[in-house]
């Protein structure tokens, strides 16, 4: 019976500590907002075609964000909006990225999904992403600081809509544009930003039920004794 209590104990632990992430809770899907501010560690550019000019892209985006007193960091993020960067701390909504979403926001995370796993660059990341946010706008890499070339970036583009459908987007957020939705913020106000949240940190609560865990099993360990 003891040693069922304690597997019990161990198990509900190891699972809650588990499930936990770094995002607050209240943050995602709510119209509560973060204060969100850009990290300026460009990692590369891209050099592309839009509208018949030639345009130069930043790429490789870190943020941190306030909420409720504390502050936050995302390593790494990629644009999936057109607007202009600010540069400047702005509020913005944060939002689960579902299969209900944009097919354009579903590929660009199967991208994502590439870079963290370590298949390509954040370069190349974006400059695919680029292509997939931007085709309504005539958008067309020509070459980037990674030495993709454009047949590069559209072979890593139809991979992603061949495949974007078995990707798992538990995890995926948006960080949106305040004054409006996913379906519309495209194109509004400032740049929005795909993430990922991939570092699982305990909450105080979790923390606390690991806490009584162990005083638990310390108290069994010396009544046995």
Known sequence: ???LLFIVVFLTVFVMTGVTYALPIGVADTDETVAL????????TVRGNLSGQTVNW???YGFNYQYDGQTYNVEDAFCVDPS?????????YVMSLTSQADARYLASAWVME?????????VTAQSAIWEIIMYEQSYQMISNSNNDSADDILSLVWSAYSFYGELDLNGYYIALSPGSSLELSYGYASQ????KDVAPVPEPATLILIGSGLIGLAGMRRKNS
Not at 114 to 122: C, D, L, P, T, Y
């Open 1 to 3: 019976m003891k040693r």
């Open 37 to 44: 501010e850009l990290n300026r560690d460009w990692t590369g």
């Open 58 to 60: 930043y790429t490789g």
């Open 84 to 92: 202009e960067a600010t540069l400047s701390r702005t509020d913005y």
């Open 192 to 195: 929005d930003y795909l993430f």
């Open 114 to 122: 590439q870079f963290i796993n370590g298949a390509v660059s954040s």
